[in-house]
């Protein structure tokens, strides 16, 4: 089955601690996404990436990190500098077809502050 | 970026047809006009995409006049689990190009 898995559903956070969640895709995807959604909002892009080991800042960047060392993974790091974390993180990537640009989201990841 | 606008919220019985329209006064001549649906605590999910006149397959159909500032996306019968919140895009020709603007979409809510 071809899709765009994340993990874990949920996690939790201390206090100045650093949490990666993972993202990974089988899709041969070229571009991936990284976007917060907070309760009754729209997505907010964090990052993407267009291709291997190069990636974009997006509107909300910071207190954020990623890497993109591999075509299929893409994972997020949010550090202790985010100091308001809690949210619904969103993985996506994307295609170019005989059209425009179509993403393909993941399940999502609820970090939680504790 | 181009943005959109959408209503915040519409309500709809079982069986009626809804049409959500959207205002993207700022398209650019290569972009497309993309719908996505999501459900509570999941990813959005892709619709429907359209660059003018109509588009149909098995879950909607997308109407695009021919000035393409705005858009309609037509769900035929709803049934209760179209329940969602439905988002309208702007998406670019070029993978990964720009970055997209979700607004805060349409919340649709079907009443039995």
């Known amino acids: 089955d071809g899709g765009i898995t994340q993990s874990p559903k949920y996690l939790f956070r201390k206090e100045g601690q650093n949490v990666t969640l993972s993202c990974e895709q089988n899709l041969n995807h070229d571009a991936m996404y990284w976007y917060r959604q907070d309760p009754g909002q729209g997505l907010r892009l964090i990052y993407y990436?267009?291709?291997?080991?190069?990636?974009q800042k997006g509107d909300i960047a910071e207190g954020y990190s990623v890497s993109r060392e591999k075509k299929e993974s893409f994972p997020l790091t949010v550090t202790s500098a985010q100091k308001n974390p809690t949210a619904f993180y969103l993985c996506a990537s994307s295609v170019t077809g005989t059209g425009g640009e179509t993403q393909y989201f993941g399940p999502g990841t609820r970090l939680l502050v504790l | 970026l181009a943005k959109t606008t959408q209503p915040i919220s519409m309500d709809s019985y079982e069986g009626q047809e809804v049409n959500i329209t959207c205002s993207h006064n700022?398209?650019?001549?290569?972009?497309?006009i993309t719908w996505y649906q999501q459900f509570p605590s999941q990813g959005p999910r892709f619709i429907i995409q359209g660059y003018k006149t109509k588009v149909t397959n098995e879950v909607a159909s997308l109407f695009i006049p021919a000035d393409r500032k705005s858009s309609t996306l037509s769900l035929p019968r709803v049934s209760l689990s179209d329940t969602a919140v439905y988002y309208c895009?702007?998406?670019?020709?070029?993978?990964?190009?720009?970055?997209?603007?979700f607004g805060t979409g349409t919340r649709l809510t079907v009443i039995p």
């Open positions: 990436s267009q291709i291997v080991n190069d990636f």
């Open positions: 700022n398209i650019a001549t290569n972009d497309y």
């Open positions: 895009l702007v998406t670019p020709f070029q993978t990964g190009a720009n970055n997209l603007f």
